[in-house]
């Protein structure tokens, strides 16, 4: 639960649900495209595997971008969602994403061995162990 700068308890993280429009051509991928994000799409062998790579891809791009203090495009609403008439569309669903707060410093307890695995792929431990949080709660977020 987060906590207001005076001290009281906020009622819950900010989470924004964006329109997704899932879409299959014959002989290709699931793929899934964001109207409020042109440019970021997703795709996987099945139509869940592209929900939900399709979340795990729109929280990625929502943290780099509050990271790098862009602001978000308000959520088109649903009903004014219309798909290129050149798609096959399968589905047209809204994906949410939990808009990432400011960063906090916490002591974790991690296998030496995993730690060295971490440190041989990634420059910024901490960086790493958020994107793959991240990464893991939009999964099961979309499961």
Same mark, same amino acid.
């Given at each position: *639960? /987060?906590?207001?700068?005076?001290?009281?308890?906020?009622?819950? *993280?900010?989470?924004?649900?964006?329109?997704?429009?899932?879409?299959?051509?014959?002989?290709?991928?699931? +793929?899934?495209? @964001?109207?409020? @994000?042109? +440019?970021?799409? !997703?795709?996987?062998?099945?139509?869940?595997?592209?929900? &939900?790579?399709?979340?795990?891809?729109?929280?990625?791009? =929502?943290? @780099?971008?509050?990271?790098?203090?862009?602001?978000?495009?308000?959520?088109?609403?649903?009903?004014? =969602?219309?798909?290129? !008439?050149?798609?096959?569309?399968?589905?047209?669903? *809204? &994906?949410? &994403?939990?808009?990432?707060?400011?960063?906090?410093? =916490?002591?974790?307890?991690?296998?030496?061995?995993?730690?060295?695995?971490?440190?041989?792929?990634?420059?910024? /431990? !901490?960086? @790493?162990?958020?994107?793959?949080?991240?990464?893991?709660?939009? /999964?099961?977020?979309?499961?």
């Amino acid at each position: *639960m /987060r906590v207001s700068p005076d001290g009281e308890k906020a009622d819950q *993280m900010a989470r924004l649900f964006y329109p997704a429009i899932l879409e299959k051509e014959p002989e290709s991928t699931y +793929g899934v495209t @964001f109207l409020d @994000f042109p +440019g970021l799409v !997703s795709a996987g062998d099945t139509a869940e595997a592209a929900l &939900v790579n399709a979340h795990e891809a729109l929280a990625g791009h =929502v943290a @780099f971008m509050v990271q790098d203090g862009d602001t978000l495009p308000e959520p088109t609403p649903l009903e004014a =969602v219309v798909a290129d !008439s050149d798609i096959k569309v399968v589905a047209i669903t *809204m &994906v949410g &994403v939990t808009i990432p707060g400011k960063a906090k410093r =916490v002591n974790v307890t991690l296998d030496e061995a995993l730690l060295e695995e971490i440190d041989e792929v990634a420059k910024n /431990r !901490s960086r @790493f162990l958020s994107e793959a949080a991240r990464a893991e709660l939009a /999964r099961r977020s979309a499961s």
